[in-house]
Every structure is written in C-alpha cells, then in structure tokens.
C-alpha cells in the first residue's frame, strides 16, 4: 500500500505518510504498528498544508489522542504538538549547517520560525540576541516553551506577521527566511534588516535551482527537497 512507504517515528509517537484518497483499511494498518512497535499513537499525515501556519492535516489512526512530542535534533530538545506548528524533520540538517555557522555574540533574526528551531539551535551556538518571528500563537508558544527546555534565555519570540513587525529588530548579522514560497518578498526583507557583510539564509522555490543561485549571487546553494514535479524548495547562502 502506498501509506506505508514511510513512516516517522517521533518520541513515541508513529507517524504514517497517506495519500489524499484512504479507505478503513488504514485503521488496521495502524492497529499493526501499534501492536508491532512501542508507540502509544499512530496519526496519518495528509499531503496538503495550511495556507499560512504551513501545518499538515493529521488524521488519528490508533492508540492515544496525543499529538504533543519531545523531539531531538543535534542534542537539543523540541516540544511541539505536530497537529498545530509546522513540523519537518527534513530540515534537521539545514538547521545545522546554518547554526554551526555562528560566531560569538552575533544577533540574528529568524523569520517564519515556527516552534524555534533555528532560533534555538543557534542561540545555543554562541549569539547574543535570535529574534524569532512566527504569525502562529501555537509557534510563539511552543518557542516559550522551548526556551525553558533549552535555557536559551537569549531569544526573544515575536508573535505577528514578518512584513508588519520586521521593523522592531533593528539590523542584525544574520537572517533565516524559511518561507520558500514568498521568497522574493522575504528577500525584500531580509536586505533590509542585514547589516553589510552580514548573510541572508533564503529558502525559496524554484525549478531551476542554479540560475536563482546565480541571480542572488549566492556564495552557497542547496536542494533541500523536492516540492512537485521538476521544483524544489533550496537554500540560499547571499552574503550582503
Ligand atoms: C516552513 S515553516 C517554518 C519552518 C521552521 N523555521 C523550521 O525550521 O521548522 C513557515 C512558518 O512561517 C510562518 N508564517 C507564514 N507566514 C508568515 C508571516 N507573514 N509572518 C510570520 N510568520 C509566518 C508559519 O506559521 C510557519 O510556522
């Protein structure tokens, strides 16, 4: 069956990718993983996304009706609840390329950052401020939240709308702008608040992945992830 080509095992959750048409079977598929494995849950994930929070619909499938986890990336903690803050673990990289980069004392801004997870990593890493913006309240409180469980005391959360509240940071040294899909607006942004020989780490969506990279004179270009037939979402590494 084509749900079981991947599933995600989150803390002690299982996490099962479907398709947009399921049938019952899929409840007894997710009885036998249940069964089959330590999870005390199993929740389907639905291919289509939220316009603006960018979270997935979630179906529950089996077990607890519990959706909030403890996630670990790189020896640092994430409490989340998946079903209302963007979750992917497919950024687990790229949140430690871009974090190993910081030096000592710089401010950062980070843009639509979700449950902090940028924001995090690199307030661990050695800056003095990382603001962390997100429009989600659940995103402003699970980053609470993981400020505790990290004692990452050097972020301040901003609840409310990049393009509104850009203006309350200031310049900063770095900018994280994960928001591939209104890339060239968050560019916009970014330049703005970046200070000269600071960088701006864009995500953007694109189907020809070296051309933007020559475009926005990026030092650095990644594919993080295919996101439809022949565009990919990939970051931008642009020094300013
Ligand atoms: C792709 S997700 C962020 C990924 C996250 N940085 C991570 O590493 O897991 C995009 C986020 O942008 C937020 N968002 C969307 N539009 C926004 C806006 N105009 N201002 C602030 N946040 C926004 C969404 O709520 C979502 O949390």
Request: proline share 4%.
């Amino acid at each position: 069956m084509k749900f079981w080509k991947r599933i995600d095992v989150i803390d002690d959750i299982a996490i099962v990718r479907i398709p947009f048409e399921y049938d019952n079977t899929i409840y007894n598929y997710a009885e036998e993983i249940g069964k089959r494995s330590k999870v005390v849950a199993v929740w389907g994930r639905l291919p289509e996304t939220e316009r603006t929070f960018r979270t997935h619909t979630y179906v529950h499938l089996w077990g607890e009706k519990k959706s909030e986890v403890i996630y670990r990336e790189y020896g640092v903690r994430f409490y989340l609840d998946f079903t209302k803050v963007f979750f992917s673990a497919k950024l687990k990289y790229e949140h430690f390329r871009v974090c190993s980069q910081v030096r000592k004392g710089e401010v950062i801004a980070n843009l639509f950052a979700g449950a902090g997870f940028f924001s995090i990593h690199c307030a661990s890493k050695g800056a003095s401020v990382v603001y962390s913006v997100d429009i989600n309240p659940y995103a402003y409180y699970y980053t609470r939240a993981n400020m505790e469980l990290n004692r990452t005391w050097n972020v301040i959360p901003i609840l409310g709308d990049t393009f509104k509240v850009y203006g309350e940071m200031g310049e900063v040294d770095r900018v994280i702008s994960p928001l591939p899909e209104l890339y060239r607006e968050a560019y916009e942004v970014s330049t703005k608040l970046t200070k000269r020989g600071g960088i701006i780490h864009l995500f953007a969506e694109t189907s020809k992945p070296e051309e933007l990279a020559q475009e926005f004179k990026a030092s650095f270009y990644r594919i993080v992830r295919s996101s439809g037939p022949r565009k990919y979402h990939v970051i931008l590494d642009i020094p300013r």
